[in-house]
């Protein structure tokens, strides 16, 4: 071959056959392999016939038609296949090669997979992709980290392909090392399950609270999509509720109700467990999808359970207006949460991560993508170690503005018996965060009552610990003290 290719890509499925063509259009020559070899041949003489893509039917060919540093990009299922690709690419690498991770790995396996590559001379980078097809072939965001001197290498590439933010700002920066990557595209998807919920509270009450249909509350994100709201997510719900099936009936009425996952909202509900965050949405949101697949209980359920019917007397106008603000409100509960989750990762796994920056990887090309993350990289450039979003000015004001209707929507969902759980659990986080004195202490208590697990006073320094004989019977031995 005359010419040696930029970069090479394993897996040619949606992903990765809309990635190769992005960058090919951006002037660079690709190579590409996938394991069943005749995907290959079918995609060199088919989308991307005429063009600078290299078909390699082999791991050895695709290795020699690279220029070095070789950079060789996995678009592949997370977990085995990606270190079954590694072993089969080591042999034929040589030192400062990198083998790049684009697949929704989870963050521990990128960590533990940098430290091995780079124990034997290569480099590796575990990147988040985020925008679905379309944005892997007009511009995703990438969240790149690993192995820091691989950025320069790749760096051309990626913010080349890269969606664009208003200035041309490129949504694709260098993130942090080993598994911060990752990590960002982690905590990205479960605010990307808290959104969606949340959504769909939303379409849930006015369908069965309000009694609209899909072509009404379909104007609703219509206008919605076009003030603070405005975001992917509103944009694609609002197209939802307009489509309509062969017997021209809207589609989304004929959509069973059971969510799907792959378990990114899962490892971000568990990662928060781990670091001690209370990212209660995210949570609901991954709970909300799991319950949902219980379709079938549910049916049984729904004909001996009873509860209110829902039934709604005041002014529709001014009840939208509400859900709109409950929906704001709650969204930013949301992301509040996600970032302190950053936050406490960036602390534990000593990254240096850049907030602002990490809010304008979201402003393009992502599933969350909004202008409501350009109010997020504002506060956080104006207050780089805000501790939550919450406390920035420009969204307290929002949320004070935003409070009364929230909890009429909340209340007015609850006493009607429609499922709101994700905007619910918003609003118990906000109010538990702003209250000063929350009921632990009595929940210390018990915990020293039964096992001598000791307490804090208020009137004694943090720190210093103290144990109550409550019944009289029990020693003054105490047990360990609490993780707080």
Known sequence: MSQKADIGLIGLAVMGENLV???????????????????????????????????????????????TPRKIMLMVKAGKPVDEFIELLIPHLEKGDIIIDGGNSHFPDTIRRTRYLESKGLLYIGTGVSGGEEGALRGPSIMPGGSPNAWPHVKPIFQSIAAKVEDGTPCCDWVGSDGAGHFV???????????????TEAYQTMKELLGMNAGEIHEVFKKWNTGDLNSYLIEITRDIL???????????????????????GKWTSETSLDLGIPLTLI??????????????????????????????????AAFLADLEMALYASKLVSYAQGFTLLRAAAEEYKWSLNYGGIALLWRGGC?????????????????????????????????????????????TAVMNGIWVPAFSTALNYFDGYRNSRLPANLLQAQRDYFGAHQYERVDKPRGEFFHTNWTGRGGETASSTYLA
């Not at 020559?29 to 893509?53: D, I, L, S, Y």
């Open 283 to 316: 949570s609901e949101a991954v709970y909300g999808r799991c319950l949902s697949a219980m379709k079938e209980e549910r049916v049984e359920a729904s004909k001996v359970l009873c509860g209110p019917k829902p039934s709604f007397k005041g002014d529709k």
């Open 185 to 199: 595209k982690m905590v990205h998807n479960g605010i990307e399950y808290g959104d969606m919920q949340l959504i």
């Open 367 to 411: 599933i969350i993508r909004s202008i409501f993350l350009g109010k997020i990289k504002e506060a956080f450039d104006k207050t780089p170690n805000l501790s939550n979003l919450l406390l920035d000015p420009f969204f307290k004001e929002k949320i004070e503005r935003s409070q009364d209707g929230w909890r009429r929507v909340v209340s």
């Open 242 to 264: 307009a489509y309509k099936d062969t017997d021209g009936k809207p589609l989304v009425d004929k959509i069973l109700d059971t969510a799907g996952q792959k378990g990114t």
């Open 21 to 67: 063509l992005n960058m090919e259009s951006r002037g660079f020559t690709v190579a590409v392999f996938n394991r069943t070899v005749e995907k290959v041949t079918r995609f060199v003489e088919g989308r991307a016939k005429g063009k600078n893509v290299v078909g390699a039917h082999s791991i050895e060919e695709l290795v020699l038609s690279l220029r």
